[in-house]
């Protein structure tokens, strides 16, 4: 099947910094791409749908200035955590669409001290 | 409001034993069933994909049926094993409109452990 790569798998940042975080699709082109954040023993939540060449599409309550994304071609997509916050500390998950199928990264483990 | 629901929340069983996993829905206008296996601290890995047709579909040891008229499905783990051991996220579908990416609604998921 389709792969989606992640990167990093893991980082821990200082208060007020700012991580990048990447999702490619490896053998695939993705016109869209999904950001989720999960925390612990819960589910996916979708945070913003990642369109190449265009703006990206926040769910309500996102903060689409803490949240930068960029999808600057068909195959990578990145979000940026602005200044980040502890209480930013989570799990990010990227997603590819092929057809109807969805394809999913490795995660972000991501840690704000 | 579109939701999906999970059950048992958490499951513990016998390595070799069997388990079975309901999703309940209520997303429209539908327009397919997922299965995804999630390990600790890792992304989702499909497991099954399921349009309003069918019924069922099998993968190794996993099989999904799939009732649309009670929006109701079910995953069902043969003889399970040690590495069995993750979460399983029920996922739907609504039906993709022409320049629209369908959104994907997330159950809660089921953690089971197998255990020796």
């Known amino acids: 099947g389709a792969v989606v790569s992640q990167h990093p798998s893991r980082v821990i940042c200082k208060s007020g910094t700012s991580v990048k975080i990447e999702c490619r699709s490896l053998?695939?082109?993705?016109?869209?791409m999904f950001w989720y954040r999960q925390f612990p023993k819960q589910s996916l939540m979708l945070m913003a749908t990642?369109?190449?060449?265009?703006?990206?599409?926040?769910e309500q309550g996102v903060e689409k200035d803490k949240f930068l994304i960029n999808h600057a071609s068909l195959t990578l997509s990145t979000l940026t955590v602005t200044s980040a916050h502890p209480e930013d500390s989570s799990f990010y998950i990227c997603?590819?669409?092929?057809?109807?199928?969805?394809?999913f990264g490795q995660g972000t483990r991501l840690t704000v001290v | 409001k579109n939701q999906v629901e999970q059950s048992p929340q958490s499951l513990i069983i016998l390595e070799g034993k069997n388990c079975t996993l309901q999703?309940?829905?209520?997303?429209?206008?539908?327009?397919?069933l997922r299965w995804y296996k999630q390990d600790t601290g890792r992304g989702p890995v499909s497991l099954t994909i399921?349009?309003?047709?069918?019924n069922t579909k099998s993968n190794g040891r996993y099989t999904a049926t799939l009732d649309a008229d009670t929006k109701q499905s079910s995953l069902h783990i043969t003889a399970s094993q040690l590495s069995d051991s993750a979460s399983y996220i029920c996922?739907?579908?609504?039906?993709?409109?022409?320049?629209?990416?369908?959104?994907?609604?997330f159950g809660t998921g089921t953690r089971l452990q197998v255990t020796l």
């Open positions: 997603s590819a669409r092929e057809y109807t199928e969805a394809f």
């Open positions: 053998d695939f082109q993705a016109t869209t």
């Open positions: 990642s369109n190449e060449g265009s703006k990206a599409t926040y």
């Open positions: 999703c309940n829905y209520t997303v429209s206008p539908f327009s397919n």
């Open positions: 399921m349009t309003f047709s069918e």
């Open positions: 996922v739907v579908s609504t039906y993709i409109t022409t320049g629209t990416a369908s959104k994907l609604t």
